[in-house]
C-alpha cells in the first residue's frame, strides 16, 4: 500500500505535455517566452512552429488521435474575437479565458463537442492584453454586477469555462499572474476559477486582496472514478483549506452531480468531508454551486468515442430535453430526479454547512 506522502506527491504532481507547440506570433509575447522557459526547465519538448497554424500528424484511429491530442500544449495568441467577452450564466458576468481545452481525462468532459478540432490544449501567450482588457466590462455584467442577492461579489470574470487553470500554472504561470493584476485592480471586481486539482503552492503567497474566489470541483470516490488525471478529492479538499487560510474566498463546484445508485449517501459523506476541512477557518467566506449531468446528443458522441465502455449512465432513463437559449437540445435529469436530487442537497447543505451562501442550482 502507497504511503501518505506518495499519495500526496501523486496528487501535486504537475500534468505535463509531451510537446510544447508554439507559434511564431506567440514568441513575440513576454508572457510566451516566459511559458517557453518554464516548459523547458520542466523537461518538456519544444516545437517552434514556423507560422500560426498548428497541425498534428495524428493516427486514424481515434483513440491514439485522442491520446497524442491529449499529450499536446500549444501555445498560441488569442485573437480579437476570443478577447470579446461573453456572459457565463450562472456562473458570473463574463467569461474570461487564459487557455481552452483541459489536460484531464473525464469521461463527462463538458468541452467534448463544444470545441473544435482535436482536443489539445492551448495556452494563451498575449495575457496581458487579455488582463488590459478586463476594465471596459466594469459594471456591465448581469449575473453579479446588477444582481441584488449577488451584488457584493462585484463584476465577476470566470477563468474556468474552458480550461482548468490551475492545471496547467507550472507550466504557465498564467493564473498566479492573472490574480495579482486583479490584486492590483482598485475595483469591485472577482476573478473566479473551478479546479479538480491541488497544487496550490504558487498561488497561497500572492497578494490577492480578496479579489479572487476559488472553488474546489468535488464529487464522491464513487462517481470521481470518471475523473480520469486529477488529483484525488481530498486532496482538492485540501489545497481549498490552504487557500483559505490564506484569505481566499473559496466555494465548492458540486459537479456532476450524479443520480447513480447510492448517490444519497455517496454525496452526504462528500458533504461531510468538505464541512471537516473548512469547520474551523475564521470569517469563511464559502460559497456552493450545484450543477446536476447533462449532455447533448453531439457530447455523448465525441464522449462515446474518447472513452468507450465508460459505465457512466448516459441513457435515456431518468432523462428529459431540454432546449437552450442558444436553441440546441441537452438531456437533463426528469422532474422526479431533480426534485429529489435538490431537496437532499439543499437540507443536507444547509444542516452541515450553514455559513454557506448557495449561488444556484442547475
Known amino acids: 500500500m502507497e504511503s501518505a506522502q506518495t499519495l500526496e506527491a501523486k496528487a501535486l504532481r504537475p500534468w505535463l505535455p509531451r510537446r510544447l507547440l508554439v507559434t511564431r506570433s506567440a514568441r513575440g509575447f513576454d508572457h510566451g517566452r516566459h511559458v517557453m522557459d518554464r516548459a523547458a526547465a520542466l523537461g518538456v519538448a519544444i516545437v517552434e ?67 473544435k478540432g482535436p482536443p489539445i490544449t492551448r495556452v494563451y501567450a ?100 470518471f475523473e480520469g488525471g486529477t488529483a484525488p478529492v481530498a486532496a482538492r479538499l485540501v489545497a481549498l483549506r490552504q487557500m483559505a487560510l490564506a484569505g481566499y474566498p473559496v466555494g465548492l463546484t458540486i459537479a456532476p452531480i450524479i443520480a447513480a445508485p447510492g448517490w444519497e449517501q455517496a454525496y452526504g459523506e462528500l458533504i461531510d468531508q468538505a464541512a471537516a476541512q473548512l469547520a474551523d477557518i475564521p470569517a469563511l467566506d464559502l460559497t456552493i454551486e450545484c450543477i446536476t449531468h447533462r449532455f447533448t446528443t453531439g457530447s455523448k458522441a465525441v464522449l462515446d468515442s474518447w472513452y468507450p465502455g465508460s459505465a457512466l449512465d448516459m441513457t435515456p432513463a431518468n432523462r428529459t430535453t431540454k432546449r437552450t437559449k442558444f436553441g440546441t437540445e441537452k438531456q437533463v435529469y426528469d422532474t422526479a430526479t431533480m426534485r429529489s436530487l435538490r431537496g437532499f442537497f439543499e437540507a443536507r447543505l444547509g444542516r452541515v454547512l450553514p455559513m454557506a451562501r448557495l449561488l444556484y442550482w442547475t
Open 49 to 115: 512552429l514556423p507560422a500560426d497554424r498548428i497541425a498534428l500528424d495524428l493516427p486514424e484511429d481515434p483513440r491514439r488521435a485522442y491520446a497524442e491530442a491529449k499529450a499536446t500544449l500549444a501555445l498560441v495568441v488569442a485573437p480579437p474575437s476570443k478577447r470579446r467577452l461573453q456572459p457565463i450564466a450562472p456562473s458570473a458576468d463574463w467569461r474570461v479565458d487564459l487557455a481552452e481545452g483541459c489536460p484531464a481525462h473525464c469521461s463527462y468532459c463538458y468541452l467534448a463537442g463544444s470545441l
Open 126 to 225: 498575449n495575457l496581458d492584453e487579455i488582463l488590459d482588457g478586463l476594465p471596459a466590462y466594469l459594471g456591465q455584467g448581469q449575473i453579479t454586477s446588477r444582481n441584488r442577492d449577488r451584488a457584493a461579489e462585484g463584476t465577476t470574470f470566470e477563468a474556468s469555462c474552458y480550461t482548468d487553470p490551475l492545471a496547467l500554472e507550472a507550466l504557465t504561470g498564467s493564473l498566479s499572474a492573472a490574480i495579482a493584476w486583479f490584486g492590483r485592480w482598485e475595483a469591485s471586481v472577482q476573478l473566479r476559477f473551478t479546479s479538480k486539482f491541488a497544487d496550490v503552492s504558487a498561488l497561497t503567497d500572492l497578494d490577492h486582496q480578496g479579489r479572487t474566489r476559488m472553488r474546489a470541483s468535488i464529487n464522491p470516490r464513487a462517481f470521481a472514478r
